[in-house]
DNA sequence: CTCAAAATCACCCTTTCGGGTGACGCGCGA
DNA sequence: TCGCGCGTCACCCGAAAGGGTGATTTTGAG
């Protein structure tokens, strides 16, 4: 990557070069301004590597973490709901984005990391199925990736 | 990889056009050195940091100070920690599993729902990369796809 | 300095996903 | 009875993911 880097800037100051000799031949004079640009370049170069050196390097992040040490009552999770049991989807959502029973079931189960053959043969149904089902699911949720779809899913509070 | 090739091709392009640009107007207005001087120096500042930024992107020295455990029971959402900011990674979990802080990137980054190669251009690395930061971490984790990483890293306490 | 871990990248090959299309049966309400 | 939503299934094809191997570079510890 460096390599790129440093490649990349060697050529561009060929490149700058050449257009220094090119310009050589009409103006003769005006050197000082090339000299100039140059300079502040290569100095503001410097200083801006410098800079964002510096500005990351005390991006240290320090983390203390800890061990749960004891546990009393295990408090709900990030999503809203107030939740009874085990998890309750958002109806509302699920009815607006038009997410069938059987759908969800396949976005349990995909977010549960099962591939659609495995689905297929958890739900007795083939696996073009199930493909079918993640397809619609897919496009209600506008996911492009089951992962995206978890994703989606979990923010919009239908699965944990 | 070519991709960066045209990437870099075409800013050295527009830098080196920039700058003709200016000079022209330089040369026909007989005016100001300093704004000249300015957004060379203004260029090339903004340059150098993102540099500066890309180059030492996750400069981070992870101080882990675990504190004696005594039980752990994790039994209904895999993380909850409650309020606290962002959350923070079961160091310990991680350091057992031999989760490196790349890999632990990629991984955030599978369960944020994004494909190979939206890491690849998000991380700017190639996506042969990050397939194989991918597959070392399907290794770690027993997990066949990466749905299932994503599943069991959130039991483990690694991700939110 | 040397060694090892980590990170990077490439190539090949197989499997899995996902999109698109078409089709069939069942139950339910108009 | 018809239409419709839902669930079911198939086939094709391209894209994405995953497995395996090998290689180089960077970086930090000893």
Known sequence: MKKTVIFYGLLGGVLIALLKLVEFRFLVLEHSLEIYGGLVALLFSVLGIWLGLKLTRTRETVIVREVPVLVEVQVPMPAPVSAAGPFAPN???????????????????????????????????????????????????????????????KEAGLIP
Do not use: M, W, Y
């Open 91 to 153: 109806r509302a959502r699920l009815e607006q984005l038009g997410i069938t029973p059987r759908e969800l079931e396949i976005l349990e189960a995909i977010a549960g990391g099962f591939s659609n053959r495995e689905i297929a043969e958890r739900l007795f149904v083939s696996e073009n199925t199930v493909k079918t089902h993640a397809a619609r699911l897919f496009d209600k949720l506008s996911a492009k990736r089951r992962t995206q779809a978890v994703q989606l899913a």
